[in-house]
């Protein structure tokens, strides 16, 4: 049976990888890529945990598939909530603290074993102090994406779960208006500059743009951020993966390079004049650093 103090003892020096950013900015992508990596978890989808954000939620039922999937499947999720009524026998009720090192300690140790962490969920940038202060060593890579860009991916988002039956309750989060678009996008920036004076130096801006226009230069940059070995393997599909078969873009398995990159933005078909107007002056004070790759620090 483990116990807390090894559990932080564990986090204080791991060295995860944590992918957080934008939604519908390559955060998937950069995950499938870096779970082909001998050092970090081997995840065979990109589904997000939101445990920083909800450490909880894989207590509860009903199961959180992503949760599950991230956990290599039903066996893995009980194996957790055992773990932790193990440690409530001996501590109490948990805190979330201990709660979320102890979701990566038992994935480390019985899922993944040998492996250090790897996780994306784009809402974790809400979490980054709570990040650094669990896991001082973590790495953390933001993604950006031309502002108009990600708005159009919001909205054929959208358009396609409507036309496939989608219940609207779960659409509230791709249906924005140009003004509330904005906002995300300001808050972004805010979010950013506010963990940078103390965490830039662990922080790596990744934008889509450059990602999927040189893949294997700017994973080996990233590669060194992280101080791991760049692997070929990260470019392209092994024989084990399967594609997630609610994937928007399957595509993304295959080699990195072979994305809905390297084509004209198609925003001008999807978003009206005055929303591409409002976008472009509203981002304008911060595209210049949304587009520079590199560390923060």
Sequence with gaps: MSDLVTIRAWCQQA?????????????????????????????????????????RQPLVDPIHVPTKLYLCGREGLMGYRTLVQELQQQEGTLSEDDLISSFFWYASTAVYPGRQPLEKTPGHLKKLPLIFKLFPNASVVVCSRDPLDVMSSYRKRLVKSREEGMDESALKWLDKSAPEMLAVFRRFTKLVDAARPEHGNRMFMAPYEWLVDSPAESLRRVCEFVNIPFDVRMLTKSDDEVPDPDDDYPSRYENISSQISKRESDAHKVLSAEEIELISEGTKPWIEAWRTPGVLG
Aim: proline share 5%; hydrophobic share 45%; charged share 20%.
């Design 15 to 55: 060295k995860p990888l944590f992918i957080c950013g934008l939604a519908r900015s390559g955060t998937s992508m950069l995950q499938v890529a870096f779970a082909r990596h001998a050092e970090l978890f081997n995840i065979k989808n990109c589904r997000e945990t939101h445990v920083f954000v909800r450490p």
